[in-house]
């Protein structure tokens, strides 16, 4: 098997610099993600069909049955 050299301590700048790197990319992917969740929403709520009015539409097909009269037309006021 192959010996290797013993491992060669790493100074602290280039440990500070290593540190300092992954915190601005941990930074930078929260704010980008952040920004494109809120486009993505938008974009989703747009793209997305509008929900019918169900309530509405059953109130006017009762109130449209009620007032039709023999022969299909609308009843006559008096």
Avoid: D, Q
Wanted: with cysteine; charged share 35%; hydrophobic share 30%.
């Amino acid at each position: 098997m192959v010996e290797l050299a013993p491992p060669v301590a790493v100074s602290p700048f280039i440990r500070a610099c290593r540190w300092g790197a992954l915190t601005a990319g941990v930074f930078y992917g929260a704010y980008h993600f952040r920004r494109l969740s809120r486009k993505e929403t938008k974009l989703r709520e747009y793209e997305s069909p509008k929900p019918r009015n169900w309530e509405g539409f059953r109130k006017f097909r009762k109130g449209k049955g009620k007032k039709k009269g023999p022969g299909g037309k609308g009843k006559k006021e008096r």
